[in-house]
């Protein structure tokens, strides 16, 4: 209770920020950023816009990878207009393709730009069920998927940039705390609404996709340093705004939602902070592995915090990303699982067949 009082009054906690601060008001007193390249997904509405705006702002070269390439010249025009210094890179990116993925990032590499932040932001609720060229679930692949393979590729160039600069690098994962509302063997459930073997249920695909988010944060902290790179990986949780991600899905019951939970909704500037937050603060230098919401750090939930899990989530997306077919062909029997002696994934009872 008094936690939900401190949430709709917005007070600050150990940070000095809360529920109501503003992307704006956390990165005022920031180091200039017009050192820092930042790559942003998802910026073209939202959440990713204003994170965008902002950065910008603060000087930061944006590169913003979009699937909609008008949308994206849009939202450089408008931030241009605020901040005409800014420099804005716009690059085809369609998170749901893994080949899209590996173009947008030979393309980026092309440019010999440095890296210092990561913001993988970009999210999607699919109401109705889909299935991606890959053969991945739709929700699952541009949420998670999609992101881990980019932050896979991108890793040696930021841990590159930081030596060079002397910058410490930052990925930061948006998440949702809705990651809370999965629970169950991820592995089985994935498989078995990849073959519509279960009548779809859009919110639990959300929630997987945003649990995968927090373990994937976890389990990319331990190898960035275990490389040794002078790179931090948190998550956030923007908090409850309506954005486009529910728009599509508007009517009388969900205005109705809206409408009665509209004390706890944030404005987008508000959404952003967190994000911000992470993304610049001094006050985060060394920070790593942890998980945040109104600008402070929190705890997921138990199903998020099991490393065990992180490690096999991670395994089962290199075998994903590197031949997501191979684990369906010919309606074989199939199954991921952990090896505790030497971190490498064993078929064994798991069918992924389409």
Known sequence: MLDTVKYLIGSAGPSGFGSKSTAEAVTATCPDLHQITAIITGATSGIGAETAR????????????????????????????????????ILPLDLSSLSSVRSFVSRFLSLHLPLHLLINNAGKFSHEHAITEDGIEMTFATNYLGHFLLTKLLMNKMAETATDTGIEGRIVNVSSSIHGWFSGDWVQYLDLLTRKKIPYDATRAYA?????????????????????????????????????????????????????????????????????????????????????ADCNETSPSSSAINSQEAKRLWLMSELLVSSPLALRLDNSVASVRLCQDDDSLETAGLRMSS
Do not use: W
């Open 208 to 292: 997987l996709s945003k649990l995968a988010n927090v373990l994937h944060t976890m389990e990319l902290s331990v190898r960035l340093k275990e490389m040794g790179a002078n790179v931090t990986a948190n998550c956030v949780h923007p908090g409850i705004v309506r954005t486009r991600l529910t728009r599509d899905r508007e009517g009388f019951v969900t205005d109705l939602a809206f409408f009665l939970a509209r004390k706890l909704l944030k404005t987008i500037p508000q959404a952003a902070a967190t994000t911000c937050y992470v993304a610049t603060h001094h006050r985060l230098q060394g920070v790593s592995g942890k998980y945040f």
């Open 54 to 89: 902002v950065l910008a702002k603060r000087g930061a070269r944006l590169v913003l990878p979009a699937r909609c390439l008008k949308a994206a010249e849009e939202l450089k025009a408008c931030v241009s207009e605020e901040s005409p210094r800014s420099e804005i890179i």
